[in-house]
């Protein structure tokens, strides 16, 4: 199985700042026939389901506001929220969808400072 | 939209069976797989399998091989998973979640059901 470590287990951050997530996987991702990663992350909000906000390692979901990037390949990815807002205390899961069984990262709870 | 809704919270005793379902709508059921993530309290996810609409073919994750079993209704556009000989550990938040590629199993999850909460207890 791809375990998938993520850093650091909890962030607190000033309004306005930029917030940094790792996640690293225990293998690569990186499918090299289409040189795609098989990487997403996620927001949850207390009570409510996943919500996607990158897959592909750093294609966006339609809708996320933009200061929402990913990056990274094969092994080493990071979720990067530029300038934080309010709405965006929650925590912040990465998946991997590379192989079965799939596998999550412990998850970030990313707060207000 | 797209909507996946879920059936309400169930609480059974250890031994006992569950049937949780998702109910689909906005979208052609039979294009996109769906597969089943669960979350126990203060815990992470846990990826329990899919299951193609259109075929009804599945894959469980070994954990859960035999206790497990996924199926759908595509007159209704729902899926079901049943999980057999639970136990207090079983108790979670289960949720159905869409993959975001049409035709394939593998892929991101784009919509997620809002989650059911099976109890065993005692």
């Known amino acids: 199985d791809i375990v998938m470590t993520q850093s650091p287990d909890s962030l607190a951050v000033s309004l306005g700042e930029r917030a940094t997530i790792s996640c690293k996987s225990s293998?690569?991702?990186?499918?090299?026939?289409?040189?795609?990663?098989?990487l997403a992350w996620y927001q949850q909000k207390p009570g409510q389901p996943l919500k996607l906000l990158i897959y592909w390692a750093s294609t966006r979901e339609s809708g996320v506001p933009d200061r929402f990037s990913g990056s990274g390949s094969g092994t080493d990815f990071t979720l990067t929220i530029s300038s934080l807002q309010a709405e965006d205390v929650a925590v912040y899961y990465c998946?991997?969808?590379?192989?079965?069984?799939?596998?999550f990262g412990q998850g970030t709870k990313l707060e207000i400072k | 939209q797209v909507q996946l809704v879920q059936s309400g919270a169930e609480v059974k005793k250890p031994g006992a069976s569950v049937r949780v379902s998702c109910k689909a709508s906005g979208y052609t059921f039979t294009e996109y797989y769906m597969h089943w993530v669960r979350q126990a309290p203060g815990q992470g996810l846990e990826w329990m399998g899919w299951?193609?609409?259109?075929?009804?073919?599945?894959n469980y994750a070994q954990k859960f091989q035999g206790r497990v079993t996924m199926t759908r209704d595509t007159s209704i556009r729902t899926a079901y998973m049943e999980v057999r000989r639970l136990r207090s550990d079983d108790t979670a938040v289960y949720y159905c979640a869409r993959v975001g590629v049409g035709a394939t199993r593998v892929g991101y999850f784009d919509y997620w059901g809002q989650g059911i909460l099976v109890t065993v207890s005692s």
């Open positions: 299951i193609n609409p259109y075929s009804g073919d599945t």
């Open positions: 998946h991997q969808y590379y192989s079965t069984p799939y596998t």
């Open positions: 293998q690569s991702v990186l499918y090299s026939s289409n040189n795609k990663n098989y």
